[in-house]
């Protein structure tokens, strides 16, 4: 049954994209009203709102900047990162075949090694296009801010202006900032401004930061994404619990990406290493057990398998797990099956991970 609903999603997807090749945005509109219907989520008998808390965009004009191109989900899909057009038809699309109401969209950062005075004109330029898109289409998107990490004083303030005049819904970060540990204490600021604002922090991997760790994972299989991204998670998330960063701002909620990494599957390790090794820790710190934070922070579903996504609820809870699919790289197709497939949820906890949770994380119950 799994595999044919896949089959029928495939289906709807690949005509969808076919119909609304040329058309722009208001080719979108009229196809919606030509009946290709968007996928209701039910959950014992009742619609839910979803929400994809994991999807990317770029802005154009933000790459012309830094005289970069933005990374493509594949050789041939540049385009299918833009907002517009027949990217954004498609787009609208696949979530509709998908069954996703609302798609949070997040731009990987690309800017962590410029000067100052360019990754503010970068920013300024990304977060002012998302909020317009947004304001536009505020019944499927929703968006993180992008913010300067690599200036920790303007990344607080540019956090501060997206949430409060932009209308932003937190903030996308990388797990780590040009070789530095988010736990620096240089990015105690900006930590200091998403606590105070009670902004969700996003991180999401990139390369893994370490020249000799990247060197590694060169040859066959992708291994510097397929196992470097989890790893460069794991190591931003336990950083910030073991140098005592989430002591010192609580408040924070962080959301990482691909289910946390490896993490949250091997968390109780965490609890050990000092009790094993108590030498080689400071006292004290962090104030808990390590899974207790873990067990505070949220993660996507982005684990693939019915199994993983079952493990990593009975670690972390299902009231930390919030639908991703990072479209529009295809790692996944069938997302909300996913959710639904998995096994021990009840139905209260597939509607909070279909979207419950993440509308009220980032503040859009009224959706
Ligand atoms: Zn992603």
Redesign the pocket.
């Known amino acids: 049954m799994r595999t044919d609903r896949r089959t029928f999603l495939k289906d709807v997807a690949g005509a969808a994209g076919l119909v609304f090749v040329g058309c722009g945005v208001a080719g979108v509109q009229s196809a919606q009203r030509a009946g290709v219907t968007r996928r209701p989520v039910v959950v014992k008998g009742r619609r839910i709102t979803t929400v994809d808390i994991?999807a990317?965009c770029a802005v154009p004009q933000a790459n012309d900047l830094l005289r970069r191109s933005a990374p493509a989900p594949t050789a041939t899909q540049g385009s299918v990162l833009a907002l517009d057009g027949e990217a954004l038809a498609q787009r609208l699309a696949a979530m509709d075949a998908q069954g996703i109401d609302l798609a949070v969209l997040s731009i990987?950062p690309n800017w962590y090694d410029v000067d100052r005075d360019l990754a503010a004109k970068v920013i300024s330029v990304q977060n002012e296009a998302m909020a317009a898109f947004c304001a536009a289409h505020r019944d499927r998107f929703a968006a993180f801010a992008s913010v300067a990490l690599q200036f920790p004083d303007l990344a607080a303030l540019q956090l501060e202006e997206s949430i409060r005049k932009l209308g932003l819904r937190g903030v996308a970060i990388g797990g780590s900032v040009a070789g530095a540990e988010l736990a620096d204490a240089k990015f105690h600021p900006f930590w200091a401004k998403a606590e105070e604002l009670g902004a969700v922090v996003f991180i999401?991997p990139q390369a893994t930061g370490s020249a000799a760790l990247n060197n590694r994972l060169r040859g066959n299989g992708l291994l510097g994404n397929v196992i470097g991204n989890p790893l460069e998670t794991t190591i931003a998330l336990s950083h910030l619990i073991f140098e005592g960063t989430l002591d010192r701002f609580p408040g924070l909620k962080i959301c990482a990406?691909h289910g946390g990494g490896y993490l949250p599957s091997y968390m109780s390790r965490s609890d050990h290493g000092c009790q094993t090794f108590p030498a080689q820790c400071a006292p004290g710190v962090p104030k808990l057990k390590p899974t207790e934070y873990v067990k505070r922070m949220y993660y996507d579903s982005l684990v693939f398998t019915p199994e993983a996504l079952r493990h990593l609820v009975a670690e972390v809870g299902a009231s930390q797990v919030v639908m991703g699919t990072?479209y529009p790289?295809p790692w996944v197709d069938a997302p909300v099956d996913h959710v639904l497939a998995t096994p021990g949820l009840s139905d209260a906890d597939r509607e909070a991970i279909l979207g419950g949770t993440a509308r009220t994380l980032l503040g859009l119950s009224a959706l």
């Open positions: 994991h990317h990987n999401h990406a990072d790289y």
